[in-house]
Every structure is written in C-alpha cells, then in structure tokens.
C-alpha cells in the first residue's frame, strides 16, 4: 500500500457533501465506528497468526512507517476508537470525523506526510486539503475533530463517542444507518427510484405466459409495497464486524429495528416469543444443525398463497402437456390438487416449526427433516394415496415399500427400502455411506412430518422424535444453523477421486486439525425490542481454512501451478 492510497483511504473517511445551515436541526443518518489502530493490529496479529504468518502485524507497522515517511501515527491515541458521522440537514448531508489524538499538532504533522496537508489558522484550527475540498480541523478534550466547515463541528456533541455508543466495544468495525432520520423526501426519492427500477423490469417475457407474468408482475408489486413500509417504519440497521481472538472466532451481525407502534414493530415483537415442538434437532454436535420457528404474518401468508397459486397453475399446465390417457390425468390432477390443498391449509396455519439434522464421517450419510403440519391425519392419507400411486405405476417397487412397517411414539413410520446395489448412479458411492440398503422413512403424527434417510435412519429419527416429545414449546431464537467442517471434509477426501479434489480437502483437514473443536459456521437470528439481529459467526479453524483458500485460489486460476507445495 503506498501513500497515494492511503491518503485516498483517509480522504474517504473525512469527505463530506456539504455544509450545516444553522437554521435547521442536524440528524446523524450514517454513523461508523472503528475500534482503533491498537485493536486493528491485535487482530492482524490474531489472524497472522492463524495462517503461519505472524509477521502481518509488523508488516502493517511497516506500511504505516512508509505510508508517512519513518513519522508513523504521531499525535494518535492508538488505544481509542475512531468515528464518523454524516448529517441530514434539509438536502445536504455533510459528514464528520472524530480521532483521539494525544498530540493535534503532530497530527497535523502526520496528515502532512499522507499528502494532507494541515495549516494551522489564526484560531488554532487547522485548514486540512484533500483530494476534493478543504476540510477544518480542531481539537477538543482529546479529540481531533475534522469536518467540511466550523458549523459541521458545531454540530458534534462535547463527546462524540455518544455518536457511536450503540456499536463501541462490540465490533471492530461498525456502521448504523439511521433510517427514521432522512428526510421524507429522500426516502420518497428511494422508493420512487425502487419503483421506478421494477417498472422497467416488468414487460411480459416472449416466453412467459400471461399466468406466469400476473404471478411475477403481483410478487414484484408486493415487494416493492414492503420496502415502501421498511422506508417509512425503519428505525435503523446496523452491520457490525468484530474478531474475538480470545473466543477463537469472527462475528458479522446485520441488525434491524422499526420504529416503537408501528406494524413492523409488531412484527418484529412476535420473535421475542418464539418456541418450537422439535428441539430434538438441536444437536450442536451434527455435521449440520438447523432449527427455525417462527408465525407467519397475514402479509406473509398472503404473499405465499400468490406464489403457491402461481405454481399450482404451472404444475396443473405442465400435467396437461404429458400426453396421459384421460385416467391417468384425472388421477395426476386429483393427487396434485390435494397436495395443493395440504400445502395452503399449512400457510394458513401461519405455523413455521422445524428443523433438519445431517451427520457425515467417511462412511456416513444419515439425514433427518420435520416440520410443523396443520393436519396430520390429512396428510397421512396424502402420504398413503401417493405411495400407492407409485406402485401401481412401478410394480416391482412393492417389494422395497412398507406401509405401517411400525408406530413410535404415536407416530406411523412408513419406510421405502432400496437395495443401493440397484441404483442406477452412484451405487458404489452410496454404498460406502449408508449400507447395502439406502433406506427413506416418512414419520406423520398429529401436527409432524418427518423424513428421514441414510444409515441406521430409523435410529436417528426415533431419537428426535424423543427429544422433541421430551421437550415441547421450547423457547428458542427464531432460526439457528450450524455447519461443521471437519466431518464434511474427511467424507469428501474418503469418497472423492480426483487427486487435486483430495489434496485440498487433506490441506483442509490440516488447517481445520490446528483448531479443534473450532470449525463450524454458525448462523443465528436473536430478537431484539422492536426488531431483530441476525449473526454469522466463523470459528478459528474456519478462519484458517479462508486464509489458506485466500492465497490459493488466486494461484490456481492463474495457470497449472496450483501452490498447494508452498502452503
């Protein structure tokens, strides 16, 4: 990085697109938080460290060392966070910046070395030139503060860090937008440019049938209709990132309120109650964990039932086109409208419960569903007409099908069987993972679905059944997924073939080794008042693993050197 980029870096932070009229009150619209050059350099050192180059925090004091000419950041309280701000006042949006500094002057002299030049004035601030504008610069009880004018700086509470409290000590790296405050036009000016923009997508495709684009033209509008509301009820939204090298993971959180008394608000309030009827799938140790519960609103539901009709037409047309004898099709279209029927009966239930499990090792596959039902009797008898529909279409695929084959916990288990050595594709592939037999069970109780498949598959589910039962109404958060590396990985090296396939996933495994019992993917959404928080979370081995794909990728797309040797 030499100085011409890292002066353009600095001049992004302290730009702004105009200046404060004091007749009108300044609202902060965008407010960014850095956690400091300090934080910044134990985190370069934390993940250098993770990808065998311990060195980078050193090299970053290096760029910093040349970037100012041997100076280095004088005048910077390296241990404090930085800050910026910008401005909604009428139709201008200026911007500000906060920096601690223990020393203004040698700041000023340190702006200087990055090509900014700082002059100090006859009131003791300093004029700053910058690639677009003059900026000013004064300080103030530890803080160096510079904006597009006096007046911007007037606008700056005596402590700015106020501007960024809701972020500091959280995230490295932070920025709000601060939607409730754009003004009404700006926010009329989005969505008319949202609109504007859908419009222009909206003719009818040569392709496209008249159902098909009514379908596409409704969903378009209705969408178009809930960021209008987003613009009008939004209160904030947040995304913040943080590293935590004593936890041994990153963090990337997207957060979102609504303004107090409004419909999304509302919304949002129906996630501080969430529970489930099928803990049984939280099981943190699985290969992949999910688990997601939530109420649909009438907006939702609405919404599912235009898509689910688009598709029902669609299906129905696509029967029509088949060439079936007239039995037959009467059959299809009787089958295909009462799982239509079920499908809608459960979005009016406005019920989201369910989960999923899949566990993986080198001679393993086993995968476990369920999910919330409406009416379980009903979709048991769908379930049966379905099954013997396909074997009066497939005789021979009696023998593999058992209806009834046992009950648990109230529970009918219905199995297909199918001998993995007469699989059309991936015979052998499927045989190392889950037997002689590649079994499918579908579980039905009064308001559950279950499915289930792979080996020892009945095991499996039984035991979420258990848990499940063993635990109703559980309050967990809205959605939770885990995904673990290490299993995933070692089942790709033992089924894989392609030795280039089985190198990377070995280094995979290398890396991963280095951190274990850290190597999973977490996604989490948590309520919050009158909204929500949605957090992916990378532990230390999976770090590991994206610095080590960091460096290969770029070698392996440039030519046959893949650099695996040089790892």
Not at 253 to 262: C, I, M, N, P, Q
Not at 523 to 551: H, K
């Amino acid at each position: 990085m030499n100085r011409k980029l890292l002066s353009l870096l600095v001049a992004a932070m302290v730009l702004a697109s105009g200046s404060l009229c004091p007749a009108q009150e300044a609202k902060p619209v965008v407010t960014v938080l850095f956690s400091g050059y300090d934080a910044l350099r134990v985190d370069v050192g934390y993940v250098g460290g993770l990808l065998g180059q311990p060195e980078l925090a050193a090299a970053l004091d290096g760029i910093i060392a040349l970037s100012t000419q041997g100076k280095g950041l004088q005048g910077l309280d390296a241990e404090r966070p930085w800050g910026a701000v910008v401005y909604s006042r009428g139709e201008e949006f200026p911007m500000a910046v906060f920096v601690p500094t223990t020393d203004v002057k040698a700041l000023a002299g340190t702006l200087t070395a990055l090509d900014f030049e700082a002059v100090v004035q006859p009131d003791g601030t300093y004029e700053v030139q910058t690639p677009m504008q003059p900026m000013v610069m004064k300080e103030r009880d530890g803080w160096a503060l510079v904006a597009d004018s006096a007046d911007t700086l007037a606008a700056l509470p005596d402590d700015p860090t106020t501007l960024v409290a809701h972020m500091a000590g959280k995230y490295n790296f932070g920025i709000t937008a601060h939607v409730a405050n754009l003004p009404e036009e700006v926010r009329q000016m989005i969505t008319d440019q949202l609109g504007m923009g859908a419009a222009m997508g909206m003719p009818q495709m040569p392709d496209e049938t008249d159902e098909q684009y009514a379908l596409r033209k409704a969903m378009t509008d209705r969408s178009i209709g809930q960021l209008t509301t987003m613009m009008t009820e939004l209160d904030r939204f947040l995304v913040g990132i943080n590293i935590d090298a004593e936890a041994g993971e990153a963090t990337f959180d997207l957060a979102v309120s609504a303004l107090e008394g409004t419909n999304t608000a509302e919304q949002f309030a129906q996630l501080m109650e969430t529970t489930t009827n099928f803990a049984g799938f939280d099981q943190p140790d699985a290969a992949v964990s999910a688990l997601m519960s939530s109420k649909l609103t009438e907006e939702d539901a609405e919404q599912l039932r235009t898509l689910l009709g688009g598709v029902r037409t669609g299906a129905l047309e696509e029967l029509e086109q088949q060439n079936l004898s007239d039995d037959e099709l009467a059959v299809s279209e009787q089958l295909m409208d009462k799982i239509f029927d079920v499908l809608e009966e459960n979005i009016d239930a406005k019920v989201l419960d369910g989960g999923l499990i899949a566990k993986m090792a080198p001679d393993r596959l086993t995968v476990v569903a369920g999910m919330h039902v409406a009416d379980g009797p009903t979709t048991e008898e769908l379930v049966r007409q379905l099954f013997e529909q396909f074997i009066k279409d497939q005789p021979e695929a009696e023998a593999y099908v058992q209806l009834d084959a046992e009950t648990h916990a109230g529970m009918n288990l219905h199995v297909v069987s199918t001998p993995t050595e007469e699989l059309a594709e991936g015979a052998e592939f499927m045989q190392k993972l889950v037997g002689d037999t590649f079994d499918v069970i579908v579980g039905i109780g009064p308001n559950s679905l279950y499915l289930a498949a792979g080996r020892d598959a009945a095991g499996e589910l039984k035991q979420v059944i258990d848990a499940s039962a063993a635990a109703p109404d559980k309050r967990v958060s809205p959605a939770t997924v885990r995904v673990a590396l290490t299993p995933i990985v070692n089942m790709i090296a033992a089924m894989e073939d392609d030795p280039s396939t089985q190198q990377m996933a070995g280094m995979m495994t290398i890396a991963l080794g280095q951190s274990p019992g850290k190597d999973r993917v977490k996604f989490e959404t948590r309520p919050l008042p009158n909204g929500s928080l949605t957090r992916i979370t990378l532990e230390e081995g999976v770090i590991r693993v994206l610095g080590m794909a960091a460096m290969i990728l770029p070698e392996m797309m440039m030519g046959p050197g893949t650099g695996f040797d040089d790892f």
